[in-house]
């Protein structure tokens, strides 16, 4: 998470005058404090009284059987832990408000010690007795977050061009089914993962042609996408797709590849590395985004359509071409995440089996202050915290099961307001352009 | 047997059912342009809503003019009546009845939960003597339909409606549940079994209990030490995916308890079972699953190798009984309970695991039925019906 313009501490200069401003942001060191509370409440009040006597530890698996460097497990005692994880918080606290009075802007990285403090200290005691498989915890947290990245991305790259995508579910969505109906005629996934684009660009193209050619409000045009590609996608899947599961329904999923050494790093390489090939391009579209956006004259062009169309336009860009083939190349990307569902985690396609996913994946444009790495971070954080409820919830955590379904958006909710501050989207987001 | 739903849609001829576009969808526009695409999103609605919508009587059957006057209707929720689970056979329950009564009948499929209560209205407008609504989540649409429209008959599934003309079509699921727990506890090797669910709500968790109640059952009386995971019965609380759809979400639920060494998994809700046999797929290790509803191993091949059993909830029984009765005139509102004992529930049979099972465990398993029916074993659930 960073610190926003708004938490900056920062001196300027009034219009008129010569004296400076302090401006003091509360923000971050009211936020650690209500965590510390938090934590005191739940590790010490609230305690473990499920547990009979005894201090229960929790015990983190770091290795599976099948990785070459086996690492011993990590048990740590609930009582001692949760001791130091609380003094550690309370002393970053103390740290964090002391440096805003002095008008010094929380830096990055205390915060995200704090928030891993507190992890540690919540993990530890909510498995309390119980194992908490590591590699399965971060594995899972990335399956969920592959489709919310690739959706991010598209969402970044169509509104930084000045088009809102709310479609992205709906390509998602259409990419999943398309992935599945063309991977299993031809037998190939590679050819499943170019229709999926196909399907999402195509999605794209009606949003862009609407949105474009016709100036019709770009959000209400998404929400038609959705529901549409969701009718049509249930529409076939129960025509078509049920009766002849065999022939149109039952793909050949890509096979996970492990790349040799990396694949071997402790913890880290069987989650990261031994993966699906579009798990690998995922990892290829985040840094060329980011690369294209902000190194490239395409991306120049394309952020400046975005802010200032007017401005792009006196200087001979033609708008109306850049935010239309920009908006379908976002499309192409989001229905190849589609194809995640169906190629790389389910193995065939489910009615709505997208599950809101390109709703969160929205979110975490808007979270990430519509950059690319930002986005992805994003929806590692949401992607992290699904994975975390549901492991915890299996263990057997106190937490009521309702209230941990809830988890992923209370982090988010909290991240966002906590943490993100002011978001300012591409100024020209939304607006359709008319030459005058 | 249920084999495919591909039984209702081979009559291109029949009318097009009752829905409406401004049921399904309602907005504004001041946009011109905007009409067309809207046109479209709504079709699509209508496709998805009632792409079940024509559903008649099979070729040969009697003409309705000879037919008793009774036209029995059916909404299903968000899961369609292809979900290989409850609504597909509630859908075969009515069918079979129909077919037999020599009528007419409408069954109409809820896109999403905001089709619920448009999709029961248009079938109330459509003059259907009986509604059947499938499952817990319409209970609201029902309990406003039968309420407006007295001189209705209604039967819902797994939820109880108050009101003379709602007859509740229940199951005590928790007694076949608890034989699911007993096998599971009996076939696994490491110790560990797993369920989960899709959303918390009785018919899901109902399922649950009794797994547990099972597994404990089977290390009372054969001194096992067999845990199992993503229930608490005691707390109430587990491990949901937060949705019925077989995504993502379900696959790392299941891998999360495959990690914990579970090697018998049941997951409870439609078709996020697919998810989970993929994660057992991915895992290398031999795991088992345990269907609900129906017989997975027949309405779904594809998962037949890793199916250990199923727990059998006969929907399409209740249902054919009461659209039966109520044609012939004997229609209450006492609510209709599947039970091990009437045959509304039971246990599939092993198929492939046949051989992988204990031999007595046949044998056990009909003592446990027989100790369950005379009551001597306690079988509880908070969700049971009349609880």
Same mark, same amino acid.
């Given at each position: 998470m960073t610190a926003a313009p708004a938490t900056t501490a920062s001196a300027a200069t009034t219009p008129g005058g010569a004296s400076p401003i302090v401006v003091r942001s509360w923000k971050a060191p009211i936020a650690f404090a209500i965590f510390t509370v938090i934590a005191i409440l739940l590790f010490?009040?609230?305690?473990?009284?499920d547990l009979d006597g005894g201090n229960p530890t929790t015990i983190y698996r770091l290795?599976?059987?099948?990785?070459a460097i086996q690492l011993p497990p990590l048990t740590l005692g609930l009582a001692e832990t949760t001791i130091v994880v609380v003094i550690l918080m309370v002393a970053a606290t103390i740290g964090a408000f002391l440096l805003a009075r002095a008008a010094v802007r929380v830096p990055l990285w205390l915060t995200t010690i704090f928030a891993v403090l507190f992890l540690v200290g919540f993990l530890t005691w909510a498995a309390a007795g119980a194992t908490v498989p590591m590699i399965g915890l971060l594995a899972g947290a990335l399956t969920v977050s592959t489709p919310l990245i690739f959706g991010s991305l598209g969402g970044v790259i169509s509104e930084r061009v000045g088009v809102v995508n709310i479609a992205i579910e709906g390509q998602l969505l259409g990419g999943a089914f398309m992935a599945a109906m063309l991977g299993t005629l031809t037998g190939s996934p590679y050819v499943g993962l170019l229709g999926a684009m196909v399907a999402g660009a195509l999605v794209s193209f009606v949003l862009a042609a609407f949105a474009i050619?016709?100036? &019709?409000d770009q959000v209400i045009v998404g929400v038609v996408l959705n529901v549409l590609v969701l009718g049509l996608t249930s529409f076939l899947y129960s025509?078509?797709?049920?009766?002849?599961a065999e022939t149109f329904n039952s793909p050949e999923k890509f096979e996970r590849i492990a790349i040799p050494l990396l694949s071997?790093?402790?913890?880290?390489g069987p989650i990261l590395f031994r993966q699906t090939v579009i798990v690998y391009l995922m990892y290829l579209a985040i840094f060329l985004v980011w690369f294209g956006l902000f190194k490239t004259r395409w991306g120049l062009r394309l952020r400046s359509v975005g802010e200032h169309p007017t401005a792009a336009d006196t200087v001979g860009i033609n708008v109306r071409a850049t935010r239309f083939w920009n908006v379908l190349l976002a499309g192409a990307i989001v229905g190849g995440g589609g194809a995640f569902f169906t190629l790389?985690? &389910?193995?065939s396609f489910g009615k709505?089996?997208?599950?809101?996913a390109g709703f969160i994946a929205l979110a975490a444009v808007i979270f990430g202050r519509w950059d690319p790495i930002r986005a992805t971070l994003a929806a590692l954080l949401f992607g992290f915290a699904t994975n975390l409820q549901s492991t915890l919830s299996i263990v057997g955590s106190p937490v009521p099961s309702e209230f941990m379904l809830m988890l992923p958006y209370v982090v988010t909710i909290v991240a966002v307001a906590g943490f993100v501050g002011v978001s300012r989207p591409p100024?020209?987001?939304?607006k359709p352009y008319m030459k005058a | 047997m249920i084999t495919g739903a591909n039984v209702k849609r081979n009559h291109p001829s029949a009318p097009a059912g009752p829905c409406f576009l401004e049921d399904t969808v309602t907005f504004t526009s001041r946009?011109?342009?905007l009409s067309g695409l809207a046109l479209i999103g709504a079709s699509a609605l209508v496709l998805a809503g009632?792409?079940?919508?024509?559903?008649?009587?099979?070729?040969?059957?009697?003409?309705?003019?000879?037919?008793?006057?009774f036209y029995p209707c059916m909404v299903s929720d968000a899961?369609?009546?292809?979900?290989?689970?409850f609504n597909q056979a509630g859908f075969m329950g009515l069918e079979d009845a129909a077919n037999d009564l020599g009528v007419e009948f409408n069954a109409v499929e809820s896109?999403?939960?905001?089709?619920y209560g448009p999709n029961v209205s248009s079938l109330v407008d459509e003059g259907c003597d009986l509604i059947v609504t499938v499952g817990f989540l319409l209970a609201e649409a029902t309990t406003e339909a039968s309420t407006a429209n007295p001189d209705i008959n209604f039967a819902i599934i797994d939820e109880f409606v108050e009101g003379e003309n709602v007859k509740p079509i229940q199951f005590n699921t928790v007694e076949a549940a608890f034989l699911a727990g007993y096998a599971a506890a009996s076939y696994s090797k490491t110790g560990f079994v797993g369920t989960f669910g899709g959303i918390q709500i009785p018919p899901v968790t109902i399922f649950m209990d009794g797994f547990v109640q099972g597994v404990e059952y089977h290390n009372e009386v054969k001194g096992t030490n067999v845990q199992a995971l993503g229930w608490d019965f005691d707390g109430q609380t587990g491990a949901f995916t937060?949705?019925?759809?077989?995504?993502t979400e379900a696959l790392t639920t299941a891998q999360g308890l495959i990690d914990q060494n579970v090697d018998v998994l049941m997951p409870v809700g439609g078709p996020i079972y697919q998810s989970a046999a993929e994660a057992i797929r991915d895992s290398d290790r031999e795991i088992a699953l345990i269907g609900v509803d129906s017989d997975v191993y027949e309405t779904d091949p594809s998962v037949a190798d890793l199916l250990l059993t199923s727990v059998l909830k006969n929907i399409a029984v209740g249902v054919y009984d009461v659209t039966t009765g109520a044609a012939e005139g004997?229609?209450?509102?006492t609510p209709f309970v599947g039970t091990l004992e009437n045959g509304g529930l039971g246990l599939a049979p092993f198929h492939d695991f046949e051989s992988k099972v204990s031999a007595e465990l046949a044998a056990e398993l009909e003592e446990v039925t027989a100790g369950i029916v005379a009551g001597d074993i306690e079988v509880t659930s908070p969700a049971s019906p009349g609880q």
């Open positions: 010490f009040i609230v305690g473990r009284p290795s599976e059987a099948r990785d050619k016709y100036f &019709v025509t078509v797709m049920v009766p002849n071997e790093i402790p913890v880290l790389a985690a &389910v193995g709505d089996m997208t599950n809101g100024a020209a987001s939304g | 946009k011109t342009a009632c792409a079940a919508a024509p559903e008649e009587e099979t070729p040969g059957a009697a003409p309705t003019d000879e037919a008793p006057d899961g369609g009546f292809d979900d290989k689970s896109a999403d939960e905001n089709a937060g949705g019925f759809a077989p995504g004997n229609f209450d509102n």
